[in-house]
């Protein structure tokens, strides 16, 4: 079954550290993988898929086939970064989205 | 333009009655999500509507679960007998059409049962 694992729910690093958010995925078909953020009193919002392999507000993420990973990094974290991350899988012929537990990223000042 | 809405904001009720939330997708969306999220989990799929049909409503957890979206539009989800265990936030999410992976997310409902 498909599933994504997100290993740490909290992460706390200062500010202009680089910062990764782990993602391993199990899932048997092509994977389609995103991140999603929520800010504090804000909903949940698309922050960046692989298949655009594009950098969001300094986040990238590479999705690496043989370790089932889809780690999101930043090289310098900032304040604004704090929020809850969620990694989510995209299932080949449906429309749903798995999603990880979520990490609660926190940036010290 | 507005994004997707849910109302009530909270709604607290008592073990056995029942409840509906709403949900109000982007305007033109033609596909309708809903999710359910405990507490310090991430959000679990329940149910895809595209157009007025469910497409798909594995993630329903039993038959006091139902959904409807009878114009295409609005969607109402409707759980019977409620159970404590029942308690969450429950989202509500739409995208342009059914290849869109991008899902638009509403506030949620939080559902609290007593």
């Known amino acids: 079954a498909q599933r994504v694992t997100q290993p740490e729910k909290l992460l706390s690093v200062f500010k202009g550290a680089p910062v990764e958010l782990k993602c391993n995925y199990s899932?048997?078909?092509?994977?389609?993988l995103f991140w999603y953020v929520q800010y504090s009193r804000q909903r949940l919002q698309l922050l960046l898929r692989?298949?655009s392999r594009e950098s969001i507000k300094g986040f990238t993420a590479d999705l690496n086939k043989g370790e089932t990973s889809f780690h999101l990094k930043k090289p310098f974290a900032q304040e604004e970064d704090s929020a809850m991350y969620y990694c989510?899988?995209?299932?080949?012929?449906?429309?749903?989205?798995?999603f990880g537990q979520g990490t609660r990223l926190t940036i010290n000042p | 333009g507005a994004g997707v809405s849910q109302t009530p904001s909270n709604k607290v009720t008592e073990k056995g009655k029942y409840v509906e939330l709403r949900c109000d997708p982007i305007?033109?969306?033609?596909?309708l999500y809903w999710y359910r999220q405990s507490l310090g989990q991430g959000p679990e799929f329940l149910i895809y509507?595209?157009?007025?049909?469910?497409?798909?409503d594995s993630g329903l957890p039993n038959d006091r679960f139902f959904a409807v979206r009878p114009e295409g539009s609005v969607s109402t989800l409707k759980i019977q007998r409620t159970e404590r265990g029942d308690s969450a936030v429950y989202l509500c999410?739409?995208?342009?059409?059914?290849?869109?992976?991008?899902?638009?997310f509403g506030p949620g409902t939080r559902l609290t049962v007593t």
């Open positions: 692989h298949i």
């Open positions: 999410a739409s995208s342009p059409t059914r290849t869109t992976r991008e899902q638009y």
């Open positions: 899932y048997s078909g092509s994977p389609e």
């Open positions: 509507f595209q157009g007025t049909g469910a497409a798909d």
């Open positions: 989510a899988l995209a299932i080949q012929g449906a429309q749903k989205l798995v």
């Open positions: 305007s033109g969306h033609t596909a």
